[in-house]
């Protein structure tokens, strides 16, 4: 789809982190590279936690007409509630003065996240490792503020199931609901284990969280930045083999599925 809005800005919505310094790093790298396509008259973004927060953007943004997007894995909590809320948005538009709001849906729940999924998981792993004896588990937060935040991620595991990438097993696994990505190890059976963050960013979560509960770390750790725990890829774990991806919204082609829902919202929101 093509996007070419030089008369409207374009808003990407982070949630940020006071506590670690990648959580918005991938809003500000999809935002520059949207920027220097030219396709909108400005690209800003906002976060839940950090500066430029969600009640500070509106002055900074000059044109009449902005698409909003969630840079968020999940439609759930944050995106139905908290975002709405804080932006004091109604429905796909809201008219705030003389601003008019289109808000737009998701990243994570784009169809092409199951590609960008994929294409992760296949990157990761050695040269002659066979799909057909590896296990692709799909990691999620899991919470019960709001049922659909898993539903994006099971939607994308259904989707690589049918697809014809032959991996011996696709499953979902979540940090705080069952099954727990912690119980890997009872979770496949495979030599070969694949574990992709569905995550925006190498965060707290993704970076720090989950490699505990793999037990590829003994206690939190620094930052991703700060480290490279992506690189020492494989793990050799009670006989098997672990390889352990950055959060899938790292992808630069994130930026592109940025662009893909607003040209969705216009097809199927705008009146």
Known sequence: MNVSK???????LGH?????????????????????????GSVHCA??????????IWPMIEESEVYVVPNFISEGYFTRQVLPRELELQGHTTKRGELLVH??????????????????????????????????????????LNKKSTEAIKVQVEAIRQSDVP????????MEEAPFV???????????VVVVPFFIADGLH??????????IESEPTAAASQREVFRQNPYRMDGRTLYYSSAIGTDPSLARVILDQVAYFDEHYRT
């Open 6 to 12: 030089p008369d409207s800005a374009l808003l990407l």
């Open 16 to 40: 940020g982190s006071t506590e670690n310094p990648d959580s918005s790093q991938p809003c500000w790298d999809h935002a520059e590279a949207i920027e220097r396509e030219g396709l909108f």
């Open 47 to 56: 976060f839940w936690k950090e500066e430029p927060n969600l009640r500070q």
């Open 103 to 144: 808000y737009c849906d998701p990243v994570g729940i784009h169809p092409a996240m199951t590609g960008l999924l994929t294409k992760r998981a296949l990157e990761i792993v050695d040269e002659g490792v066979r799909p057909e004896e590896t296990s692709l588990i799909v990691v999620g937060h899991g919470t019960g």
């Open 167 to 174: 991996f011996a097993r696709v499953l979902d696994a979540y």
């Open 182 to 192: 912690a119980d890997w190890r009872e979770l496949t059976d495979t030599p070969n």
């Open 206 to 215: 993704s970076y720090q969280d989950i490699p505990v509960l793999l037990g």
